[in-house]
């Protein structure tokens, strides 16, 4: 599950693949996209899709304040019990 959003300007993907996260060659590039990444987390990744899309609408507010206060080249992680985005690094 891959998808892209736009706010205020700035461009954030949405993905399940965290494997960029983990490939330093591919994290460096990301960084350099000058996107936003918002990565479910595993327990989210391997829940059912409707739970992924509840999880994903009760976090939109805090996905929406991420992307306008934040530069591209920034990851998070979403997760499946909290409201809080997690940034990752590598």
């Not at 965290?18 to 987390?41: D, M, Q, V």
């Not at 009760?58 to 991420?66: G, H, N």
Request: hydrophobic residues 40%; charged residues 20%.
């Amino acid at each position: 599950m891959d998808h892209c959003l736009e706010s205020g300007g700035q461009w954030a993907i949405i993905s399940g693949d965290r494997r960029i996260t983990k490939n330093h060659a591919e994290y460096h590039a990301f960084r350099n996209s000058n996107l936003i990444g918002l990565f479910l987390s595993q327990g989210l990744n391997k829940a059912p899709v409707t739970k992924q899309m509840e999880r994903i609408l009760v976090l939109w507010p805090s996905i929406v304040t991420v992307c306008r206060t934040v530069e591209g080249g920034a990851m998070f992680e979403l997760p499946i019990k909290t409201t809080r985005l997690r940034q990752l690094k590598l």
